[in-house]
């Protein structure tokens, strides 16, 4: 089976040509979007939008968007549209629409958009929490930047500025030019160590400590694969979180984990405390107010989010500052002044109630944030359709707001001459003039920066420290304008060096995209090469793989395995006298065992070594989560609970309700035979097991035969039968690429069967449990485990749920398949079909007419017949093996490596003459009593073997048998001319299903 036509290479070009032709209306399409709402916006440009970076080294769209503010501007606009990638952002200029937002209409825009994912707990801060989450950890937080707690933190801030002044001294007396950003980053580093981590950095002594450097890195030193990540947490965040990408430097993340862990282990440990923040977020640990209680993963993120926060872009206004100040000398006497007067008045100690009281200096501080904001755009995210109230502008939900915080501050409408630096534009009675919301450096409204004060306590520590010692001047090293480094999120500029606007290789984006592609499709030859010669690096033979297939024969299947192709594999193999060979499915090796006693080391002997199926499975669609493709401990402790559902005893008490089911079937092929109708049988034989498990499963009447198109029985259809593109496609992904497929949370069950299952589960155990309802059957042995006080026992409703979807999965298309072929040999055997009919007929004489548990036990021959039939028709043609730790056979050169599938060639097996003579003659003789002893062990292998066989064979054995003895006893089963022979076997396919349809004829017996 191809995609479109019978030539694979011609339905790829045809795939990646509608990929393409998709690909380019989508950016069309997304290029329209302001458009399409009647907004005014910026020409956009694939594939960056109107942004100037491909790369990015900040979590924001960096000064840019000042640059959308000023051509907005000078259109006369309030309002815009611009594109971030293939994102649509709008761009607000009137300070009374960001008021809306911000403030008055805050319940609109609640988030920031700020890439967060748990597979990272230190992005989960109270920065980048959305909805709820944000507004209880606000709450929480907000008790740890009160007046009281700030003070108690004020005085290690103050020690840490003696580091300082010492680092300060050592440059004055050498009359050194000073990289004032590195320093006032030193001090900063200092000041979070001690109040977020109570550790003492000592940057200044020590510039290459750990605190020190992992700050660098953080802000400054990012990688291809950094930059990488950060373009997918920008532009496709969704994608980004499933499959876990962080925005924060592995490194990083380590050393704060380690560092929080070791240090709140020392203080519990040995009682310790600290006036510190990191006690602050400890007494929440360990609160028994669950309104406060906070975890450790919140303890470590918010303590990074106080370094993150507090270092950098106080470091960033401190140096700013003493820029500014440097070449303003009326301004630095005036503020050296006044932090000199009132330190006289406080014992020439620098107090809190002293800071308060420097108003200029605050003025200082206030004019250097309106320069040089730390965080040059604000953003926010609708949260629910909002129109503004004065123009016609919907915004819809999840369309991002950018505030270009940097654009406001730089305006002359409301900052005459805004490039001149004067701190008197804060000064009392200009302060009350200002227009509201055109100064915004720490955000405004109930999402501002929560540790302003905290941030604006520790620059004014720093600059008072400095002024009230040193006179600053310029350094003729310093080269001017410094420039705006327009791909961080905060200011980034080198005193010493102007900034440039940063590409991936070169300055040109274009050229940057070629290399990039061509270096991606030389890496992928390479990848494609280096995966395919993996078997001769093993010196193992193998069966030569063609991109992108390997050997196998479908681009996109309708099962979860290789179908019948492994059987080809063991031909081929077994033609040049091999024991074992290697073939690759997609990309992947696996390796294909001939050998019955290889075979037996995998599935018993050493089973260890081999205990999982390698199914997909993905907990977000726990009903892939079944005994069949769980794995490890998973698999092993869901066993122990599950065989103990499929004793003898548990299945005779549910076999009456299967032979009940066999009234539906009889009288439906009463019907056909009196109209002597070509009977479909797969489809008859269906019907009868979709109402078998309908009623031993969920304790539901399906009546399949009354009603074909029954919700049971359509999706009987669908799960096996009906596959569409998208489903294909999942599956392709899941089988070739199921690790990328798990974190996406690709299902490999359509959507409709999964979601009708947990409906039809939840209603029936609901109803039971309300009304005291209980039944024999599989759900209610299920739903006592799930009520189990015994936790060895004890499943939840997800297990309940997938156990019963495994239930009627396994036991519905298996048991219909036996039946139908066993039907299809009998039909062409008369001397089989009698023998059979006349042990059916006698035993049941035995047993008063009845079909019974005993008389079915009976019935060896019916039993030949079975087995032959799984033997020709095996409906699992290929079993598979993961190895789970590195294996080699005692008496072969071969070592199976951690991950690699095994597969079992059911199909060959059953075929192969050397154990099977005459394999395609139908003969149930070969399973007497005296064949059965003289037969190779592990070349008959319907149901697996050892530990991981099929856990309810029985049953399927039972309801297989009942079918036939129902059938056999009152019709005789004739070929039909309709069924086209040979049948073929289509190679697509999880469950073996016959290429053409099986047709027969019934005819009652008196």
């Known amino acids: 089976m191809s995609l479109l036509t019978d030539n694979i290479v011609l339905d790829l070009s045809v795939l990646l040509s509608s990929l393409m032709v998709l690909g380019v209306w989508y950016v069309r399409h997304s290029y329209g979007y302001w458009k399409r709402k009647n907004v005014p916006f910026l020409k956009p440009k694939f594939p960056l939008g109107n942004n100037t970076s491909l790369f990015p080294k900040g979590i924001a769209v960096g000064i840019v968007s000042r640059s959308f503010y000023e051509q907005f501007k000078k259109m006369g606009l309030k309002y815009g549209g611009v594109f971030l990638g293939l994102r649509p952002h709008l761009i607000l200029l009137d300070p009374a629409h960001i008021k809306d937002v911000m403030t008055k209409d805050f319940s609109n825009f609640t988030d920031r958009g700020v890439y967060q994912t748990t597979s990272d707990p230190l992005s989960v801060t109270i920065f980048s929490q959305s909805g709820n989450d944000w507004k209880n950890a606000r709450t929480k937080f907000g008790a740890v930047f009160t007046t009281v707690k700030i003070k108690s933190m004020f005085y290690a801030v103050v020690e840490c500025a003696a580091g300082l002044e010492e680092a300060l001294d050592t440059y004055a007396l050498r ?115 669950a309104s406060v209680k906070i975890n450790m993963n919140e303890v470590t993120a918010q303590a990074f989010l106080f370094f993150v926060a507090g270092f950098e872009t106080s470091a960033t206004t401190a140096s700013m500052a003493l820029f500014e100040i440097s070449n303003d000398k009326e301004v630095q006497d005036r503020a050296r002044e006044e932090i000199l007067r009132v330190l006289e008045k406080h014992n020439n100690d620098i107090t809190y109630e002293g800071i308060a009281e420097m108003k200029y200096l605050g003025q200082v501080v206030d004019e250097t944030l309106r320069l040089w904001p730390p965080v040059t755009t604000l953003t926010r995210v609708c949260t629910k359709d909002y129109t503004f109230d004065d123009i016609d502008l919907t915004v819809e939900k999840d369309v991002t707001v950018l505030i270009p915080t940097l654009g406001l501050h730089h305006d002359p409408e409301y900052w005459p001459d805004p490039t001149r630096w004067d701190p008197d534009r804060f000064s009392e009675e200009n302060r009350d003039a200002r227009t509201p919301f055109t100064y915004l450096p720490f955000g405004e409204g109930p999402r501002n920066c929560i540790g302003l004060r905290f941030g604006l306590m520790q620059t004014k520590i720093a600059l008072a420290s400095i002024l009230r010692r040193y006179r600053v001047s310029p350094s003729p090293k310093t080269v001017t304008p410094l420039g705006m480094d327009p791909d961080t999120h905060r200011e980034h500029r080198n005193i010493w060096s102007p900034s440039a606007a940063m590409s991936l290789l070169t300055d040109n984006i274009v050229l940057d995209l070629g290399v990039l592609l061509s270096s991606l499709m030389v890496l992928g030859v390479w990848y494609v090469r280096h995966s395919y010669g993996y078997w001769k690096r093993k010196n193992v033979p193998f069966l030569k793989p063609k991109f992108p297939l390997g050997n196998n024969t479908s681009f996109l299947p309708k099962g979860i395995a290789v179908g019948i192709v492994s059987r080809s594999f063991y031909e081929q193999f077994k033609k040049m006298g091999l024991k074992y060979g290697g073939v690759f499915l997609g990309l992947r090796p696996h390796l294909i065992l001939l050998d019955p006693a290889h075979i037996k080391d995998i599935m018993t002997k050493d089973f260890s070594n081999f205990t999982d199926r390698g199914v997909y499975q993905t907990t977000s669609d726990p009903l892939s989560v079944t005994l069949f493709s769980q794995s490890g401990t998973d698999w092993k402790n869901a066993r122990t609970k599950f065989t103990a559902i499929f004793t003898t005893a548990k299945m005779k008490s549910m076999f009456y309700a299967v032979v009940e089911c066999t009234a539906g079937l009889e009288k439906a092929l009463d019907t056909f035979a009196h109209e002597k109708s070509d009977v479909e049988v797969i489809e008859t034989l269906a019907c009868f097991t979709t109402d078998v498990i309908g009623s031993c499963v969920f304790g539901i009447s399906c009546n399949s035969f009354k009603h074909s198109d029954a919700e049971f029985r359509r999706m009987g259809r669908k799960l096996f039968d009906e596959f569409t593109l998208s489903d294909q496609i999942n599956l392709f992904m899941t089988i070739n690429m199921p690790k990328l497929a798990n974190k996406l ?38 739903i006592d485990m799930k009520n189990s006080t015994d936790a060895s026992v004890k499943i939840d409703m997800n297990e309940v749920t997938a156990q019963a979807f495994l239930f009627f999965a396994a036991g519905f298309e298996t048991s219909a398949t036996t039946a139908s072929m066993a039907l299809f040999e009998i039909s062409n055997d008369k001397e089989v079909q009698d023998r059979a009919r006349e042990e059916i007929l006698r035993v049941v004489e035995k047993h008063n007419n009845d079909i019974t548990y005993e008389g079915i036990a009976e019935m060896k021959y019916l039993g030949q017949v079975v087995d032959e039939t799984l033997r020709l028709w095996p409906p699992v043609t290929t079993l598979t093996r993961v190895c789970t730790k ?82 056999l006893r009152r019709y005789r089963v004739s070929p039909s001319p309709k069924t086209v022979t040979p049948l073929g076997i289509d190679p697509d396919t999880f469950i073996l299903h016959t290429i053409n349809k099986v047709y027969l004829k019934f005819e009652r017996i008196n």
């Open 175 to 289: 009359n050194s030019d000073v990289d004032i950003m590195e320093t006032m980053a030193s001090l900063t580093t200092d000041v979070i160590g001690s109040c977020a981590f109570g550790i003492s950095c000592n940057s200044f002594k020590h510039p290459d400590a750990e605190f020190r450097r992992m700050g660098r890195k953080l802000f400054e030193e990012f990688n291809l694969s950094d930059q990488i990540n950060l373009f997918m947490t920008i532009n496709m965040p969704k994608l980004a979180n499933k499959l876990g990408i962080p925005n924060i430097q592995k490194e990083v993340s380590k050393f704060f984990f380690q560092s929080v862990r070791e240090t709140v282990d020392f203080r519990e440990k040995n009682n310790v405390r600290r006036n510190d923040f990191l006690q602050l977020l400890m007494d929440m640990k360990n609160s028994t107010d």
């Open 745 to 782: 949370g690709i299902p490999n069950i359509q959507k409709e069967v999964s979601k009708f299952f947990f409906q039809s589960v939840r209603e029936t155990v609901d109803f039971r449990e309300k009304d005291n309802v209980r039944r024999n059957d599989f759900l209610q042995l299920l």
């Open 886 to 967: 590195d294996f080699t056979f005692e008496d072969i050169d071969l070592t199976v490596e951690k991950d690699v599938p095994v597969l079992i060639p059911t199909l060959g097996l059953h075929h192969d003459p050397e154990y099977w003579p005459d394999p395609t003659r139908w003969d149930p003789d070969r399973f007497s009593e005296e064949n059965r002893d003289a037969r190779t062990p592990f070349t008959y292998l319907p149901f697996g073997e050892g530990p991981r066989n099929c856990i309810g064979l029985r049953f399927g054995l039972m309801q297989t048998k009942i079918a036939l003895a129902s059938i």
